[in-house]
């Protein structure tokens, strides 16, 4: 069973930077598109940033120039760096990715996986 998990948010003060980390493990062969995700009380789940498997990226225009997504295909692993935060990125971070790979001897490929996320609190 393919799990990801996330790590590295926590309590910064605005100006202030934090690396977030998502590592996909289980039976995987190769990781399509991955991305972070964040959502807040009472909103929608939006898209923060996109990598997909040849490197390309996307970001919401709220994180550009701030924000860098990242991946080791080796590791199965995304990162976000995140820079210059401000109150309204407190949210809590997901992590998500279509994922190849094999389940009780079936393969699939892009299925959808999710982290079940890390808490990023930006003060002011």
């Known amino acids: 069973q393919v799990q990801l998990v996330e790590s590295g948010g926590g309590l910064v003060q605005a100006g202030g930077s934090l690396r977030l980390s998502c590592v996909a493990s289980?039976?995987?062969?190769?990781?399509?598109?991955m991305e972070w995700h964040r959502q807040t009380p009472g909103n929608q789940r939006e898209l923060v940033a996109r990598i997909t498997s040849g490197g390309n990226t996307n970001y919401a225009d709220s994180v550009k120039g701030r924000f860098t997504i990242s991946r080791e295909n080796a590791k199965n692993t995304v990162y976000l760096q995140m820079n210059s935060l401000k109150p309204e990125d407190t949210a809590v971070y997901y992590c998500?990715?279509?994922?190849?790979?094999?389940?009780?001897?079936?393969?699939?490929?892009?299925?959808?996986?999710w982290g079940k996320g890390t808490l990023v609190t930006v003060s002011s």
């Open positions: 998500a990715s279509k994922i190849n790979g094999s389940k009780g001897g079936v393969h699939y490929y892009g299925n959808d996986y």
């Open positions: 289980g039976t995987i062969f190769s990781i399509n598109t």
